[in-house]
């Protein structure tokens, strides 16, 4: 299993450029638990946690996934438990059967549990693309309870662990995740105990109910739920213009920011939101036009709040000096690496594209389509050419002697420079995406100096706004002397 783990985790950190973890203190050093999460990026978002979990987990998951060719040879391998869902069909069985199944399954992972390991769920039961949590079922309440009855007199009982997943662009190759572990929730006594034995249905299940909207609160602060995304487009478009303003006001450098830099700031000015919008909703409202039309401008003019500030420093010696570095490498050195890695795996890339948007039912899909088939696609793909290029170098050598007669070397080279090619041909669209932009922005600034400073005027306007409705300096942002919040938003 760990050897499968690994390779999950490999697979996973090929598709994200950065995948960061918080919260790992978090975890009990002993005993088992829960682990309580939004389902926001499907089949992603167990993979995330099943690789950097640093305890034994165990999954539930809908028994339909089981029966997808190799995801679920995977899934049976690492002793994903199945759950057989009421709106599914079970084919060949009736209802009664479909709840004895799902007790079963229940019991096994409440049993994993009580033997100290941990259970992973999304009490939501579907992964959708909503900006905050869906309904939950009561699957984990009730998984919970029996996990407590199956624990030994004792021993310690099961916690409950909300986990925090955050994208930037989850669907998108070479985008960033957080992983954020949070403090186990603290229950109150009496809704730790179990429904007692012998209590009615109904009894029972307004327990479970108690429970589950104790889960609900903990997953819609944990995920800094919005009801809506213009909501929470905008609340990122505040967190950056603070950010950046506070940075000119107190002429601080700043630095790209990382994702949990990016949650914390996002999570200071949620919270600020949901407090001001209770007691002065008119004047939250008024503001937030504001910002609208200021992130409208911005967006028009295709910057980001810290380039009202300055170009990028292209001036710079050690810019100018790993400018030239590229240069050397690339007119060069990597022109051969190039068009192998293009010519091998930009056809394969737009296959794995095609399909995963093609048979993703929504965009939470997406991502978990291109992980699956990429991850078969692109080796497949290398092999391939390794074998053609080892039977050319064959065919050849019979027609030519005096051509080495290496059809497996020559083959496994071939192997390594396909994916050696297609690595590095991503890091150099990254750096031309970046050169590009960065030209962009600074001919923006040329061209369009009165905009530009029509802009810094209005984000230091509404700078000043946000500080005065909050009537103190604790929104979110950057402090002249808190070192964490020097990046970029």
């Known amino acids: 299993m760990n050897a499968t783990i690994r390779t999950l985790r490999l697979i996973a950190r090929a598709f994200f450029r950065r995948i960061e973890v918080t919260g790992l203190e978090n975890v009990p050093a002993s005993g088992g638990g829960l682990l309580i999460s939004w389902h926001p990026n499907a089949m992603i978002d167990a993979g995330l946690i099943l690789t950097h979990f640093p305890r034994r987990i165990v999954f539930g998951a809908r028994h339909g996934l089981f029966e997808w060719p190799l995801l679920g040879w995977v899934m049976r391998h690492l002793g994903t438990v199945p759950i057989y869902r009421g709106q599914d069909q079970m084919t060949g069985r009736l209802d009664a059967e479909r709840q004895v199944a799902n007790t079963q399954s229940l019991d096994a992972l409440a049993r994993a549990v009580a033997d100290g390991s941990f259970a992973a769920l999304f009490p939501e039961g579907l992964s959708h693309d909503e900006p905050f949590p869906q309904e939950l079922k009561t699957g984990a309440a009730r998984l919970f309870y029996r996990a407590c ?15 925090g997943l ?37 009894e029972a299940k307004g327990k479970y109910r108690q429970l589950t909207s ?23 478009r505040g967190r950056k213009l603070v950010r950046a303003e506070r940075a000119r006001r107190a002429g601080v450098s700043l630095d790209r920011p990382n994702m949990k830099e990016r949650q914390l700031g996002f999570a200071r000015l949620w919270e600020g939101y949901r407090t001001l919008v209770r007691t002065q909703p008119q004047k939250v409202h008024q503001l937030f036009l504001r910002v609208q039309d200021y992130d409208r401008d911005l967006r028009a003019l295709g910057l980001q709040d810290h380039d009202l500030d300055g170009a990028p420093h292209l001036r710079s010696i050690w810019v100018a000096a790993t400018l030239v570095l590229q240069w050397v490498l690339a ?6 690496t190039l068009i192998v890695g293009y010519a091998a795996n930009v056809p394969t890339a737009l296959l794995v594209s095609t399909i995963g948007k093609g048979a993703s039912g929504a965009n939470k899909d997406e991502a978990s389509m291109k992980l699956l088939v990429g991850a078969v696609a692109f080796p497949l793909t290398w092999l391939l050419i390794a074998v053609l290029v080892g039977r050319g170098v064959a065919v050849l050598h019979s027609i030519y002697p005096t051509i080495p007669d290496a059809p ?3 083959g496994l080279v071939a192997f390594a420079l396909s994916a050696l090619g297609g690595i590095v041909a991503l890091h150099y669209l990254r750096l031309v995406r970046q050169t590009y932009r960065s030209i962009g922005v600074t001919l923006t600034r040329a061209r369009r100096s009165h905009a530009i400073q029509r802009l810094r005027e209005q984000r230091s306007e509404l700078y000043d706004a946000m500080i005065a409705l909050a009537e103190g300096p604790d929104l979110p942002g950057m402090a002249s002397g808190d070192r964490r919040e020097r990046s970029l938003n």
């Open 331 to 336: 007119y060069l050195l990597l022109p051969p």
């Open 214 to 236: 104790e889960f609900e609160l903990a997953l819609h602060d944990v995920v800094h739920a919005t009801e809506s995304w213009e909501l929470h487009h905008l609340l990122h």
């Open 166 to 202: 955050h994208y930037d662009q989850k669907s998108v190759f070479g985008s960033n995740a957080l992983v954020a572990f949070h403090p186990p929730l603290q229950l109150d006594s009496d809704l730790v105990t179990p429904p007692p034995l012998g209590a009615s249905y109904e």
């Open 408 to 410: 497996f070397l020559t």
């Open 149 to 163: 009855e199956l624990t030994g007199d004792g021993d310690a009982k099961p916690v409950v662990i909300p986990v």
